[in-house]
């Protein structure tokens, strides 16, 4: 039996063939595409989705030179982003990025109709300009939404169109800002007093249920039949299924973001929670992960891009640990979220520095960051914490665990690295009942990939 987890980042997507083997997950990565946000004339930034559903569909055919039989196909991706389609299911205008600035300039009129307090007390999510919530009210504003008969986040879409099914699945639906996390189902309440139809919407379903086969055409040009499924559709949440931790212990998922949280059995929609803009992204059977957004490794991204990919990303932590500096920022700063060139609002805030420098000072800060953030979530749920567990891509970066450590004061637990596409691999290992639940899947992972230990 075949697996493939189909885990599309901000910076690039990948399939990975995956399958339980002597009681161990054996994963393959067998297609890797480039992706990234595309900047239009008039300043908007948006995902090129035809390109992004070729290298989907791509991906599956290199899968099935392979010769081997796939059974089962789940995809995840990133939050908040979404898809309106017209009474023909056609996708209507473009797909906005959520760096688009539109969300930021439509937050304010939603909070002058919803204060934001309200908003955090009904769904415990953090504020972020980029949230969906505001998002759709830009399409209310400009009347986008009028020739709307269906909302689908980026994940649910593409399955759409694998399938022709239309199902919308709980964790990415909890990123919207826009579920009650006392209900767990959408907020009405929210979408009448803000103009969004809750027709669009569809009932949430929860990760490792069936969405449907591929049709007719898709098994056409592909070449096989194959079954998809529902993981934890957020990348987030399919990271933090696969980290080896239990319920109370702190993680980290590191990559373009850095999400620092915990698991807890109920929401933290308190005022302390609001002060310190923590969220509570909705997990498995309706628990949550009680996280912070942070802006993670976006910026060494971004700066590496700038020089037109000369260097890896390993060549950039060497460089960074060659040359150490005491040069800090806020990587928090708004300024950080969407520049048009990162190295020159970086070398405002710090100085005409080398790259080396420029690298160190944001591994620095980060780690900076995560001990400020680290010591809030203890204050916020009064425990101590002892060690971090830290888990996707950025879990490779040596110098950044290292400086982790140093600055928090705990034990890292480094991996696994491709820990979102791993996530996505149990889910649909618990779908088919191949294991029977995410603790059997995190003993797999511990007894199947690398945990690296950095002391304190």
């Not at 389609?85 to 959520?98: A, F, K, P, S």
């Not at 937050?107 to 919530?133: M, R």
């Not at 909302?151 to 639906?173: R, W």
Request: proline share 3%; net charge negative; charged share 25%.
């Amino acid at each position: 039996m075949a697996y493939i987890a189909i885990d599309i980042g901000a910076s690039s997507g990948r399939h990975i063939l995956a399958d339980l083997v002597d009681g161990k997950i054996v994963t393959r990565e067998i297609y890797r595409f480039p992706n990234g946000a595309k900047r239009l004339d008039d300043g908007s930034l948006i995902w090129d989705i035809d390109n992004l559903f070729l290298q989907v569909k791509q991906g599956l055919i290199e899968a099935g030179k392979l010769g081997e039989k796939i059974d089962y196909v789940a995809i995840d991706t990133w939050g908040v982003d979404y898809a309106l389609l017209d009474e023909n299911d056609n996708i209507i205008g473009n797909l906005n990025c959520y760096r688009d600035e539109r969300g930021k300039r439509a937050s304010e009129k939603v909070h002058q109709i919803i204060p934001f307090v309200e908003l955090y007390q009904d769904t415990g999510i953090q504020f972020a300009p980029f949230n969906t919530i505001y998002q759709l009210y830009d399409d209310v504003l400009t009347k986008k939404i009028k020739k709307a008969k269906t909302m689908l986040m980026l994940p649910d879409y593409l399955n759409f169109l694998l399938t022709g099914i239309k199902k919308q699945e709980y964790t990415n639906a909890t990123t919207t800002g826009l579920v009650n996390c006392v209900t767990h189902n959408w907020d009405k309440d929210i979408l009448d007093r803000l103009g969004i139809p809750s027709d669009i919407l569809f009932p949430l379903t929860q990760p490792g249920c069936v969405v449907g086969k591929f049709k007719k055409e898709i098994i056409d040009e592909i070449g096989y039949e194959a079954t998809v499924l529902l993981p934890a559709t957020h990348d987030t949440a399919s990271a933090i299924i696969a980290a080896p931790i239990k319920i109370g212990e702190p993680y980290i998922s590191s990559g373009t973001w850095s999400l620092l949280g915990v698991e807890e059995q109920f929401c933290h929609n308190d005022p302390e929670s609001m002060k310190y803009n923590y969220s509570n992204e909705g997990d498995l059977n309706h628990t949550f992960r009680y996280q912070k957004n942070i802006v993670g490794l976006w910026m060494i991204q971004q700066v590496r891009h700038e020089l037109n990919d000369k260097y890896s990303f390993a060549e950039i932590a060497e460089m960074a640990k060659n040359n150490p500096t005491d040069k800090v920022m806020d990587v928090e700063d708004s300024c950080f979220l969407a520049p048009i060139s990162m190295i020159d609002e970086i070398k405002k805030k710090i100085g005409n520095l080398s790259l080396g420098e420029i690298a160190y000072s944001i591994y620095n800060s980060l780690a900076i960051c995560y001990q400020k953030c680290l010591k809030q979530l203890e204050e916020l749920t009064g425990d101590k914490y002892s060690t971090l567990n830290i888990v996707g891509g950025g879990s490779n970066n040596t110098l950044l665990n290292e400086l982790t450590a140093k600055r928090c004061g705990v034990t890292v637990y480094a991996g696994p690295s491709e820990a979102t596409a791993i996530g996505n691999i149990l889910m649909q290992l618990v779908a088919t009942n191949r294991i029977k639940n995410v603790e059997e899947g995190r003993e797999l992972v511990k007894r199947s990939f690398p945990i690296n230990k950095v002391n304190r």
